[in-house]
């Protein structure tokens, strides 16, 4: 390879080599994978590989996500190889990163949302049963506050422990101990795994709603990077950019992150982009919940005055129109001042406290 990241093939040609910077556990190569063959078919002389690491997230695993106290435990040695041009991009669940990312770094990309909903999936003795048919005190393991505080309100005969490690070691718990009746997972990751078979119940979102941005892949760059950043923005799917942008602008503007109960729902419907947002107690007990919509129809100006280099929550998506953007950013800033305006900062205060307090 050459000092400028080309090198010559055997007929003289040259080709760019792209580095994709991913997480070592077998779903984040799944996913990165994916991200990889689409970029292959759109630019088939370009030189893709990918560079696998271990994150803060992934060494960490008898504590807590909640408790390590680190706001991108499953980025920061990520963008610490992008910052020092050891690869070019990185692929994320966009739910891992933060709202506010490192100076110089942007949301190149948010591809199509897979299903966003959480999963129960059962220990093989509890097959063909459901959360509402499990035998009362059954231990339902989740390494969320957020799955925790809504389930635990709307299945008070259950109870909810932690359970940390990627997907693989989850199950393994779950199926070789009697530690746990079933594990709370995101729908999308065990889909992409091929795992769909073990999902014995899909949460409807009145009974959990989803993180913020889950289900969805981002693509992470370094913003001076025109051309990554020119290259990857292809992959952006419309809908689900509004969806997450206004998502991730409800929880910036509440402060909200892994150690807090904030949970959402969105969908765009006849042009009109809803969010529902919610905050929650630790044990569900309190709450508050809203529901706000907008137009996301593209405006009739010409978008030619828009600053395509602008970020939205992180997100640069100049191929989009930027109307629609604005109006999903100005909607999750709106419904978590909403929240705050009611009491939420109370709520998710006391519920910080007592989380790390425990």
């Not at 070592?24 to 799944?30: E, G, H, M, T, V």
């Not at 889950?214 to 952006?236: P, T």
């Not at 997450?244 to 602008?249: N, Q, S, Y």
Request: aromatic fraction near 4%; glycine fraction near 8%.
């Amino acid at each position: 390879m050459s000092e400028d990241g080309n090198t010559k093939e055997g007929n003289g040609k040259v080709s760019r080599i792209i580095r994709i910077g991913t997480r070592k556990s077998q779903l984040a190569r799944i996913q990165t994978d994916s991200v990889a063959d689409r970029l292959r078919k759109l630019y088939p002389d370009v030189h893709l590989e990918v560079v696998a690491m271990s994150t803060t997230g992934d060494k960490i695993l008898d504590t807590a996500l909640s408790k390590i106290g680190e706001k991108s435990l499953f980025t920061k040695e990520l963008e610490y190889a992008l910052e020092k041009n050891e690869v070019d991009l990185v692929v994320h669940s966009l739910k891992d990163l933060p709202t506010v990312l490192p100076l110089g770094f942007t949301i190149g990309a948010v591809l199509e949302r897979e299903i966003p909903y959480d999963a129960v999936v059962l220990h093989p003795k509890n097959a063909g049963k459901s959360l509402d048919t499990l035998p009362d005190r059954s231990v339902v393991g989740t390494s969320s506050l957020r799955r925790a505080a809504q389930l635990k309100k709307r299945f008070p005969q259950l109870e909810f422990k932690d359970i940390r490690g990627n997907l693989n070691t989850r199950l393994k718990k779950l199926d070789e101990t009697d530690n746990f009746s079933a594990i709370i997972l995101a729908a999308a990751g065990l889909n992409r795994m091929g795992w769909d078979n073990r999902i014995g119940q899909i949460l409807d979102p009145k009974d959990c709603m989803y993180a913020v941005g889950q289900g969805a892949l981002a693509v992470e760059v370094r913003a001076k990077d025109k051309d990554i950043l020119e290259m990857v923005s292809v992959l952006h799917h419309s809908e689900t950019v509004l969806r997450c942008i206004a998502e991730r602008a409800f929880l910036r503007h509440l402060e909200g992150g892994c150690s807090v109960p904030v949970a959402v729902h969105t969908e765009v419907t006849d042009s009109q982009l809803y969010l529902t947002g919610a905050v929650y107690s630790l044990d569900g007990s309190q709450s508050l919940k809203e529901t706000m919509q907008t137009s996301v129809i593209p405006g009739d100006q010409v978008e030619r005055g828009v600053d395509n280099e602008a970020q939205r929550v992180g997100v640069t998506a100049s191929n989009l129109p930027g109307s629609p953007q604005d109006a999903a950013e100005r909607l999750g800033v709106d419904l978590a001042q909403l929240l705050l305006n009611k009491g939420a900062k109370e709520i998710l205060t006391v519920a910080r406290q007592l989380n790390e307090a425990c």
